[in-house]
């Protein structure tokens, strides 16, 4: 049997199958993807993943890509311990929450993200080298090419914050209904954005430099 993850510390995705095949007991081949340098635009990645996102998972040779599918794809191969319930209506359950996950958090962190990991570097970039990196995307251009000539509007950088916050508040009334924890409010505190800590929005960077 051969694993080979390739995927990025700094991704969420890639953390979300790090952490099934961390439950699974699964040995693999890590294969970090510097994203910085865009490796994951080289023409050797996209023949893997044509998305040209991260994670992707090469099981014996043969490709397995978006986190999502991974997930439910390591569950099907190594079926023990199980990761999802088993039962049709159980497994419903479950891919409403992915669906939500995939909808809602997982686009809403590309904001704060962007600006915390990508946003110095990119306003630093001369427009042509920009432009010959976001060509290559095959997803997210048009989000890249918005913040890198409009910056991240507040608004939208809040808006990401709350939608997470109110992921959290949501995941943790799913779990009490499993296993009730004292101190109801505890996640509402730890999910409430602190601003001494919020990574500036792009253009309010540009603004104080």
């Given at each position: 049997?051969?694993?080979?993850?390739?995927?990025?510390?700094?991704?969420?995705?890639?953390?979300?199958?790090?952490?099934?095949?961390?439950?699974?007991?699964?040995?693999?081949?890590?294969?970090?993807?510097?994203?910085?340098?865009?490796?994951?635009?080289?023409?050797?990645?996209?023949?893997?993943?044509?998305?040209?996102?991260?994670?992707?998972?090469?099981?014996?040779?043969?490709?397995?890509?978006?986190?999502?599918?991974?997930?439910?794809?390591?569950?099907?191969?190594?079926?023990?311990?199980?990761?999802?319930?088993?039962?049709?209506?159980?497994?419903?359950?479950?891919?409403?929450?992915?669906?939500?996950?995939?909808?809602?958090p997982t686009t809403a962190i590309r904001v704060p993200s962007f600006?915390?990991?990508?946003?110095?570097?990119?306003?630093?970039?001369d427009a042509a080298k920009f432009d010959a990196m976001t060509s290559?995307?095959?997803?997210?251009?048009?989000?890249?090419?918005?913040?890198?000539?409009?910056?991240?509007?507040?608004?939208?950088?809040?808006?990401?914050?709350?939608?997470?916050?109110?992921?959290?508040?949501?995941?943790?009334?799913?779990?009490?209904?499993?296993?009730?924890?004292?101190?109801?409010?505890?996640?509402?505190?730890?999910?409430?954005?602190?601003?001494?800590?919020?990574?500036?929005?792009?253009?309010?960077?540009?603004?104080?430099?």
């Amino acid at each position: 049997m051969s694993l080979i993850l390739y995927h990025s510390p700094f991704s969420t995705c890639s953390q979300k199958v790090r952490l099934a095949l961390a439950e699974k007991g699964l040995d693999y081949d890590s294969r970090i993807i510097e994203l910085s340098r865009q490796e994951h635009l080289e023409d050797w990645y996209l023949a893997i993943n044509p998305n040209g996102v991260v994670p992707s998972l090469v099981h014996n040779g043969r490709p397995v890509v978006d986190s999502s599918v991974i997930c439910e794809y390591l569950d099907d191969v190594f079926p023990e311990p199980a990761l999802g319930p088993r039962d049709p209506l159980g497994r419903a359950a479950m891919r409403t929450w992915m669906r939500y996950f995939e909808e809602v958090p997982t686009t809403a962190i590309r904001v704060p993200s962007f600006n915390k990991l990508f946003a110095a570097e990119i306003a630093g970039m001369d427009a042509a080298k920009f432009d010959a990196m976001t060509s290559k995307m095959p997803l997210r251009k048009q989000f890249y090419r918005q913040m890198f000539s409009e910056g991240c509007p507040e608004q939208q950088y809040r808006d990401s914050l709350e939608k997470l916050r109110q992921c959290l508040v949501r995941v943790e009334r799913q779990l009490a209904e499993f296993a009730p924890r004292s101190g109801p409010r505890a996640i509402e505190e730890a999910a409430e954005p602190q601003a001494e800590e919020e990574p500036l929005p792009l253009a309010e960077r540009e603004a104080a430099a």
